[in-house]
């Protein structure tokens, strides 16, 4: 079953927190790895954190972009329903 999460709700804060806070908890990591570690884990733990979470951002990131692409696709089949119904376009006086 599909949930959508509304703006404000709990579901809509939690996948924030996996949409942008699990990517920055990722790169904070990264540079704390960084500034703790020993020479021969420093660099190597630092490239692993930031790389996976600058890749989750990205991830997420071209969801959204594709999520949008198919709202678009929504709202015009809508406008072309519209149009086949009435014989004018929604947005026409």
């Known amino acids: 079953m599909l949930v959508i999460a509304h703006p404000g709700s709990l579901a809509s804060m939690g996948l924030a927190t996996i ?12 540079f704390v790895i960084l500034f703790v570690a020993d020479d021969s884990l420093k ?3 630092w ?11 990205l ?6 972009y594709g ?3 198919d709202r678009e ?5 809508a406008a072309r329903e519209y149009f086949a119904q009435h014989g ?3 947005d026409e006086n």
């Open 43 to 45: 660099w190597d733990g």
């Open 73 to 77: 696709r929504d709202a015009e089949e």
């Open 59 to 64: 991830l997420n990131v071209l969801f959204r």
């Open 67 to 69: 999520a949008k692409g």
């Open 47 to 57: 490239a692993m954190c930031v790389g996976a979470g600058l890749a989750l951002l």
């Open 19 to 30: 949409r942008y806070g699990l990517p920055a908890a990722l790169v904070l990591a990264g």
């Open 88 to 90: 004018r376009w929604p």
